[in-house]
């Protein structure tokens, strides 16, 4: 992992807000760690390291992903500020991190979440986020196995939209590559899906990152 450091390890207990969709019975967990600039397309980690640090967006967005036995990228997850990531069960990483864009992050030693002497307090709010996002990548798995191409894309919008607190408007930090490795289509699939839906008066793009979604409740009923 090699990064610019912003501050020091003592001088980076950041509040970070979280994303505005939060399951309520997961409570914030606040890192004390070094805080780190990482560039674009930057690597955070890579499969297969050791798991010694646990990891929280301040700013930026980061994706994790893994390359299969035929060269091709599978992105298991984006993450948003306020998100955490690189919790493992085991001592490696089963998946890489990099950068979407410019991203900030508060890292954080995993063996210091155990040693604060909370009571237990921390793991136990860690676990709870851990199970949360677990059942967020099983419901992803879902959309995989269960949706058609199109209903993906249209489920992916909305559930990024949730998780930036917007119900309209998005800032996609992701390009469509990404976006098509994380849904297991083309990039033709996601680019004429977004046609079709802002030919249909769904949706309006402004741009290759920017969407406004102008008919959110007939959006979901495509899902439905």
Same mark, same amino acid.
């Given at each position: ?37 990482? !560039? /674009?397309?930057?690597?955070? @980690?890579? #499969? %297969? ?9 301040? *700013?930026? &967005? $980061? ?44 890292? !954080? /030693?995993?063996?210091?979440? @155990?040693? #604060? %002497? ?9 676990? *709870?986020? &851990? $199970? ?93």
């Amino acid at each position: 992992m090699h990064a610019t450091s912003i501050t020091s390890a003592a001088q980076s207990h950041l509040p970070v807000a979280p994303p505005a969709r939060r399951d309520l019975q997961v409570e914030e967990v606040r890192l004390i760690g070094a805080t780190m600039a990482f !560039a /674009r397309d930057q690597e955070i @980690f890579g #499969e %297969g390291e050791p798991a010694n640090h646990v990891y929280k967006v301040v *700013r930026g &967005a $980061v994706r994790c992903f893994r390359v299969l036995v035929d060269g091709r990228r599978q992105i298991s997850d984006f993450y948003l500020p306020g998100d955490l990531f690189g919790v493992e069960a085991g001592l490696e990483h089963r998946a890489s991190a990099e950068a979407l864009m410019d991203t900030v992050l508060v890292v !954080a /030693r995993r063996s210091a979440l @155990f040693d #604060e %002497g909370d009571g237990g307090a921390t793991a136990r709010r860690l676990w *709870r986020r &851990a $199970v949360a996002d677990l059942q967020r990548s099983q419901d992803h798995v879902l959309t995989l196995g269960h949706r058609v191409p199109s209903e993906r894309v249209v489920s992916f919008l909305l559930d990024l939209a949730a998780r930036m607190g917007d119900a309209e408007a998005l800032e996609l930090p992701m390009s469509r590559r990404d976006i098509a490795d994380y849904l297991a289509v083309a990039i033709e699939t996601v680019s004429r899906v977004l046609t079709q839906l802002q030919v249909s008066g769904l949706i309006k793009l402004q741009g290759s990152r920017s969407i406004h979604l102008c008919k959110p409740r007939a959006l979901a009923e495509l899902c439905e």
